[in-house]
């Protein structure tokens, strides 16, 4: 059974640096791309970034790019997204998913399966 497990989230002032991470278990982790979302209150489940099967291609959200990283380590059992120069509207929880596919999806539904969830808290 395939689950993703995230850490990392907090607390930060307005501009401040965070990191999430995430890890797939239960299956061939290299194989799959994998996206980060995001939902404030009262919105619906927002793109943030996503990488490839490989780690060589990735695809950013217009509101986070240049500010955040999307990476994998090399052994692709784990995936980080670094958030520099944080801000009160980055404000949610972030989720992040695998896609099966391997290639890189800016729609939720194209992703399978889920983290817990992490609230990212920006205060100004």
């Known amino acids: 059974q395939v689950q993703v497990v995230q850490t990392g989230g907090g607390s930060v002032q307005d501009g401040g640096s965070l990191t999430l991470s995430c890890d797939v278990t239960?299956?061939?982790?290299?194989?799959?791309?994998m996206g980060w979302f995001r939902q404030a209150p009262g919105k619906g489940r927002q793109f943030v970034a996503a990488?490839?099967?490989?780690?060589?291609?990735?695809a950013y959200d217009g509101s986070v790019e240049g500010r955040f990283i999307i990476s994998r380590e090399k052994t692709g059992i784990t995936v980080f997204l670094q958030m520099n120069s944080l801000k009160p509207e980055d404000t949610a929880v972030y989720y992040c998913?695998?896609?099966?596919?391997?290639?890189?999806?800016?729609?939720?539904?194209?992703?399978?399966?889920w983290g817990q969830g992490t609230q990212v808290t920006v205060s100004s």
């Open positions: 990488i490839d099967r490989k780690g060589t291609n990735t």
């Open positions: 239960g299956a061939p982790f290299s194989t799959y791309a």
């Open positions: 998913a695998n896609d099966r596919r391997g290639i890189i999806g800016r729609e939720a539904k194209g992703y399978d399966t």
